[in-house]
């Protein structure tokens, strides 16, 4: 089967006097049946190409859904009188959502099944839960398309009925307040999908009439509603990426007037919780790398902040949790996450970890006078596990560790650190594994190198019982914690944003070009992956050093940066432009254009490539990875094989359900293997 050529009807796009031709831009019409027909008949020449691979693509999907225990649940905790907790059934896509009153041996009260809600529906995601103080009354949010605009429904717990009166297109976020009445929520702008206005509701009333609360006029700012630990207030929280602002309102005076916090100014960030007669704020005024302050709630401007944990110039404040007689922080220092527990009358101390790459964090703690503390850890060897710490005895019980069906041995697999010099002599850390019996530094060992590198998002070492189909298979899979990410600290983020941008791209290139040097495997072996922003990096690498790999998977990738950023009714768009720059500035035009994946396709040989979009992706829009597509087809001297995947009923997040979404992965492991020659 021939590779579909896509029809070009040349668009002149012009900016700063500098002009552009994009023969692709008649796709972003997602109405327009040619277009339909375009993605359709990709999708028919990725099946057509990778039809050999279709037994073994079942037998990777049987394989990973065999490693996940299928009537799973979570751990439960303890909130308001019940313990909560999710659980699934054999053969069930969809979480059910429980709670058992008093005692973890009492009747199980199934509050929501979201597979019965998702029967007969090609996507269903519940994006959110809440129930009423009281606990009489659950709210939740459903969305059936993939772009993550929901529908927020209420059911009566005590009768099972779901009421007739809903609200339609909001985005997920919403909060009760203490009357058992009134809920809050926000609203996206329909056109940008940007997050801009706070209702309230009350129950039973017609959800048209709702009254607006709160809007926020700043385009490069969105809001969200939330609440205390103490549940007694209520949190309105504006934020862009590089500033924030919040209101309060007492939980229990839900008609009453929100009260600012600290009124926004550029590059302060705060956010904000309550315990006894103050806020305790994690912020970053004159604070790189953020501290933690308390304010009276009677005083709570800047002028009032007092410093408790001070800014450290090697240390990154993450998060912190309040507890009656402690203070928790999740923190980050040389990379890897520190849990640091620190009584209110004595002096602190560690959690310890052993593994040399892991992830570690805060779990849910909703009660406040306990002395026991939640947290989570993985490894890339070690799967998913829920403790509880003692913080008064010092000894920690596993809860729960996530079981791999079909048994793991950590002792079979090989985890390690190793770091790579850039070109500007910075240090960036590699997290890798691998199976002992299978690797050798002989340079022909496959290698997926996955990255993200965005937003200040750290890629933290993770377990992945999926993984293990490529490990056990030859595979060695590496992380890279390039800039972008807040990985080492805040300096790491700025040092991979707006226009320090390429730092992100020459990063990742130092360290494929280390992992091949140090033999753990060669550019004939090598393979780049990275999703939404991490795509973008894999087709800016892509264009800068195609000869590095033999092949790389794009996910949702943002790749036609300029003209994304410069079309401000293009979801998100104007909140990125802390991110990135704005392109009506010529410098940042300039710069994005010097790297903008779209742009710089070039006649020249690219490696074997993957590439995946939802049709109802908000985030990135489908146009984007479908007209790089179409350009690197037109314009690639190779032979290598390059291939399309649309999902026509999803969107960001890809398929919906537990199960379905592996058969997505299950293609991209074919893919590698299929360029490895191993089927």
């Keep these: 089967m021939q590779a579909p050529i896509a029809p070009k009807n040349p668009q002149l796009l012009e900016a700063h006097g500098h002009q552009r031709i994009d023969d692709y831009y008649w796709m972003n019409d997602r109405e327009n049946p040619e277009v339909i027909a375009y993605l359709n008949s990709e999708n028919d020449y990725l099946k057509a190409v990778m039809q050999p691979t279709e037994k073994f693509q079942k037998e990777l999907f049987e394989e990973m859904k065999g490693r996940i225990k299928e009537d799973d649940q979570t751990v439960p905790y303890f909130k308001s009188g019940y313990y909560w907790y999710v659980r699934y059934e054999k053969g069930g896509e969809y979480p059910i959502y429980c709670r058992k009153k008093g005692s973890q041996a009492g009747p199980e009260e199934i509050i929501l099944n979201v597979n019965e809600l998702a029967q007969g529906k090609p996507f269903y995601q519940v994006g959110g839960t809440s129930t009423t103080p009281n606990q009489m009354i659950l709210a939740f949010a459903s969305d059936e398309i993939g772009r993550r605009i929901y529908t927020i429904h209420f059911k009566n717990l005590e009768t099972g009925e779901i009421f007739e009166e809903n609200i339609p297109e909001i985005t997920g976020n919403f909060v009760w307040a203490a009357d058992n009445l009134t809920l809050f929520y926000s609203k996206q702008d329909p056109e940008t999908l940007r997050s801009h206005r706070i209702y309230k509701h009350k129950l039973g009333s017609d959800p048209s009439m709702d009254q607006l609360i709160f809007e926020e006029i700043d385009e490069e700012f969105s809001c969200m509603v939330h609440k205390s630990k103490t549940e007694e207030y209520l949190f309105i929280h504006s934020e862009s990426t590089i500033s924030s602002e919040m209101k309060f309102l007492k939980s229990d005076q839900p008609d009453g007037e929100f009260q600012l916090l600290q009124e926004r100014i550029p590059h302060l960030e705060y956010a904000a919780d309550h315990f006894g007669e103050f806020f305790w704020i994690k912020t970053n005024e004159n604070a790189q790398n953020f501290k933690l ?118 002792e079979l697999y090989h985890s390690e650190r190793i770091w790579a010099k850039a070109g500007d002599g910075v240090m960036v850390p590699i997290s890798l594994v691998y199976k002992k019996s299978l690797f050798s530094k002989t340079g022909k060992s496959p ?41 080492l600290g805040r300096h790491w983020y700025e040092q991979g944003k707006m226009l320090n941008k390429q730092n992100t791209f020459t990063d990742f290139i130092a360290c494929a070009e280390f992992l091949i040097s140090e033999n753990y495997t060669s550019s004939d072996h090598l393979y780049a992956m990275g999703g939404s922003a991490g795509g973008l990096l894999v087709g800016a690498v892509i264009n800068m050093r195609p000869e590095l790999f033999n092949g790389a998977i794009a996910n949702v990738p943002f790749v036609d940066v300029v003209t994304t950023m410069l079309d401000e009714s293009i979801p998100l ?91 997505e992965l299950a293609l991209e492991y074919a893919f590698l293997f299929k360029l490895e020659r191993k089927i």
């Design 293 to 410: 302050v308390k304010t009276p709630v009677s005083n709570t401007g800047k002028e009032n902040w007092i410093d408790v944990i001070p800014n450290r110039p090697d240390v990154l404040l993450e998060d912190f949790d309040l507890f009656s007689k402690y203070l928790v922080t999740q923190e980050r220092s040389n990379g890897l996450t520190q849990i640091e527990i620190k009584p209110w009358d004595g002096s602190g101390f560690s959690l310890q970890f052993e593994d040399e790459t892991y992830t570690a964090w805060v779990s849910t703690n909703p009660e406040f006078d306990t002395d026991i503390l939640r947290f989570g850890y993985n490894s890339l060897v070690t799967p998913s596990s829920i403790f509880d710490f003692h913080m008064i005895a010092g000894e920690k019980t596993l809860l729960k560790q996530q079981e791999v069906v079909g048994g793991h041995d950590p």
């Design 573 to 663: 768009t104007t909140g990125e432009f802390q991110e990135w720059g704005n392109p009506k500035d010529k410098e940042y035009y300039d710069y994005m254009l010097s790297y903008s994946p779209y742009d710089n396709v070039e006649a020249k040989g690219y490696p074997n490539l993957l590439v995946t979009s939802g049709l109802h992706d908000s985030q990135v829009q489908y146009w984007e990875p479908t007209k790089w597509v179409a350009k690197l087809r037109d314009l690639k001297t190779d032979k290598n094989l390059l291939l399309l995947d649309t999902n026509m009923e999803a969107g960001h997040g890809g398929a919906s359900g537990r199960f379905n979404a592996l058969k």
């Design 447 to 487: 290698l997926l190198l996955y990255a993200y590198g965005s937003y200040g998002h750290s890629m933290d070492a993770y377990f992945s019982s999926n993984r293990l189909s490529l490990l056990d298979r030859g595979f060695v899979f590496a992380i890279a914690h390039i800039r972008g990410g807040e990985d």
